[in-house]
């Protein structure tokens, strides 16, 4: 079988090696679609917080599966995976927040990351899919998933008027998924005219080119509820208090590379509530799955491109370090 392994800071190499062992419990899944996501990106420059060379990325992921231990789900059957693993005796665990768990363990920490032919994975972290649903679709969910969780922290209901600044993958799925849930003024902001476009075509939200410097004024007649950081410009924290409401929430999900300065005086003088959203529950994901599974959420305006063989891995990383305007590259280690 064939990885793509950062061997070291923006150099990854395409690596063989036999087909891992399963054991109990266990299942071995043949990917089939990898989607490539920012802080894969972050790795590759070197600026990821644990993902360190030597390392196999990857963590939105869909495949089939080649082989089961204990015979629970059958071969050839089409699956997303949830790239989390849990302990499930900590005191988050038992409080329900497993996806905060003290022992949890990712992709390139603790699990195989997904760019590989071939993965040994916890059957519990595999979510079967429809036949009809691609595998592009498939590999979705994970950032679809993050989107849940993003729109449940920020407390969105019928009703929420809601500002996400980012038009990335995230930003354009949280944007979706408030739609959802009955949100009723989305506002999406970003640099890229494209994203913008693809946003307000896909999710059917209002748009703002935040390069002309008119972001800040969008709060002073009408204020959101909610406002997502989905972008890790060191603006947005400004911008994001700015926007929102007195006694309004302000949602932080990006990992920075540097420390972020904001000035803290808004956020005092509306009582506004800054919350982190990291990950998402087990539930998160099996909601966003089901969601796309039948149709609702519909990630398919993100996918430009059929996945490319695994052996480009080099060059789209490469593309995504310069700063592509692509929404999503995805990645077939079969191929």
């Known amino acids: 079988m064939r990885s793509a392994v950062l061997k070291r800071t923006g150099g990854i190499e395409i690596e063989e090696s036999g087909v891992p062992p399963i054991g109990e419990g ?3 899944v043949e990917m089939r679609a990898v989607g490539l996501c920012g802080s894969d990106t972050a790795a590759f420059r070197g600026s990821h917080p644990f993902r360190e060379p030597p390392v196999v990325l ?7 599966v080649a082989e089961a ?4 789900i059958a071969r050839g059957t089409k699956v997303a995976v949830l790239p989390l693993a849990f302990c499930g005796r900590c005191g988050h665990c038992e409080r329900g927040l497993s996806h905060l768990c003290a022992y949890r363990r990712l992709p390139g920490a603790g699990l195989p990351g997904l760019l590989a032919q071939y993965v040994v994975l916890p059957r519990r972290a595999l979510v079967p899919l429809p036949g009809a649903l691609s595998y592009a679709q498939g590999a979705l969910i994970e950032p679809a998933a993050v989107a849940w969780h993003t729109v449940g922290t920020a407390g969105v209901r019928f009703g929420t008027r809601l500002a996400v600044l980012g038009a990335g993958t995230i930003g354009h799925l949280t944007a979706a998924v408030a739609r959802l849930y009955g949100a009723e003024d989305v506002l999406v ?7 913008l476009g693809l946003a307000a075509r896909a999710t059917g939200c209002r748009t703002l080119d935040a390069r002309y410097g008119a972001v800040a004024g969008e709060g002073r007649d009408g204020a959101f509820d909610a406002v997502v950081v989905a972008s890790g410009h060191q603006g947005c924290v400004d911008e ?4 929102c409401r007195p006694r ?3 949602v932080v999900l990006p990992m920075f590379g540097e420390t972020v300065r904001a000035g803290l005086n808004p956020l005092v003088l509306k009582e506004i509530r800054v919350k982190g959203s990291s990950l998402y529950t087990p539930g998160d994901f099996r909601a966003a799955a089901g969601a796309v599974a039948r149709g609702a959420l519909d990630v398919r305006p993100l996918i430009t491109a059929e996945p490319a063989p695994l052996a480009t891995a080099q060059d789209a990383f490469e593309e995504l370090d310069r700063g592509s305007d692509v929404m999503k590259v995805l990645l077939d280690p079969a191929r």
């Open 240 to 243: 994001a208090l700015a926007l």
């Open 189 to 195: 902001t970003d640099v890229r005219p494209r994203a």
């Open 248 to 250: 309004g929430t302000v």
């Open 26 to 28: 266990e299942a071995l």
């Open 69 to 72: 231990a204990d015979g629970t």
């Open 58 to 64: 990857g963590h939105e992921g869909a495949g089939r």
